[in-house]
């Protein structure tokens, strides 16, 4: 899939003080600035007052920015940085306004943020570029599954810029107190070294191209199977497009009604994107298959038939997860995991 180099205006904004945490974490401006930390600190994140800088509550913001012009029908981006060996810690994507990388990044764009404001958590007031928060992984290159949102955003502009948050205290607005520490470093657009720079992957497709009728499924419905009720007709090839927003792989259940063995007359295979390669393995029995797709990606393969499926033939299931969050409750129940689009090649 064709990918896009970060800006070189990306960075860190880092603001620390010995006062309170509202008043480090809430201040408008930052007080500083820094795109060129790979190998000390930390970029992403919060620390404490008995952490890092003695005495000192620090929180730290990394922003990016993409160039999408010229870019048309975006259906899918993953974000990809480059974790540094210290951190590993939580992480969320969120949407700056528009001001962010006017006149390149400022210390002033400590908040910008689309719906940020003091004393408030993020979680239901800015807007969300991940469905879940995402652990950076140390010395590795780390893949962000981007949302709706965000592919919606890469649609309408020249540029897309993503803003990188701790989750654990930032996005939350949670005191992490002396002792509290949830920090990840990353390499930015300056690093001399191409395979370490952040990137934005994307796909585009048809805008005619779209689901079968009765062949469309939320996270929820797949969680409790849903019975596909449009026809699979002989001799065609049929995508089954999956979206993981989950931080963990899922199984995916195909699986005849009655006990039929469709798989008599059906087959599937990976497709020849790349997105199929984000199907891990296949797990064939006597009425289902199993297919384990990987986390936080977009999966697909393609199931055809020498004999007509009549709807109502089969049904799907996914192992999508229900999750609840005492300290999260605006997104406490939901459910994650695969959505799924049957679409007819």
């Known amino acids: 899939m064709p990918n896009i180099a970060a800006s070189t205006s990306d960075g860190h904004i880092a603001k620390s003080g010995t006062g309170t945490w509202a008043s480090v974490r809430d201040a408008t401006d930052g007080d500083s600035v820094s795109n060129t930390s790979f190998g000390g600190g930390f970029d992403i994140g919060s620390q404490g007052k008995g952490v890092g800088s003695a005495g000192q509550y620090t929180v730290k913001r990394s922003f990016f920015q993409f160039n999408v012009a010229g870019i048309s029908n975006i259906t899918e981006l993953t974000m990809s940085v480059y974790g540094n060996s210290s951190g590993g810690g939580k992480a969320r994507a969120v949407k700056p306004t528009a001001a962010s990388f006017a006149s390149g990044l400022g210390v002033a764009d400590f908040d910008a943020i689309e719906g940020f404001s003091a004393g408030n958590t993020m979680a239901g007031n800015v807007t969300d570029y991940t469905d879940n928060y995402f652990t950076i992984a140390n010395s590795a290159t780390n893949e962000i599954f981007l949302n709706a949102a965000a592919v919606n955003d890469a649609n309408a502009n020249n540029k897309l810029s993503v803003c990188l948050v701790g989750d654990t205290f930032d996005y939350k607005n949670v005191d992490p107190s002396s002792g509290g520490d949830n920090t990840a470093a990353v390499a930015f657009a300056e690093f001399p070294f191409a395979s370490f720079q952040p990137t934005l992957t994307y796909v585009t497709g048809s805008a005619a191209r779209e689901a079968i009728g009765g062949g469309q499924f939320t996270r929820t419905e797949l969680r409790d ?87 109502n033939t089969f049904s799907a299931l996914a192992t999508n997860p229900q999750v609840f969050n005492i300290e999260d409750t605006t997104a406490s129940g939901s459910v994650f995991g695969v959505n799924l689009e049957i679409i007819e090649n």
């Open 225 to 311: 199977r849903a019975i596909v009720t449009g026809e699979i007709e002989a001799n065609k090839d049929y995508e089954f497009l999956l979206v993981n927003n989950l931080n963990n792989q899922v199984y995916f259940n195909i699986e005849g009604g009655g006990g039929k063995d469709i798989f008599n007359t059906a087959s599937m295979r990976t497709t020849t994107s790349d997105s199929g390669s984000n199907v891990l393995e296949f797990i064939s029995e006597s009425v289902h298959v199993s297919v384990i797709l990987k986390a936080n990606a977009t999966s697909s393969f393609l199931l055809s038939s020498s004999a007509a499926l009549p709807g």
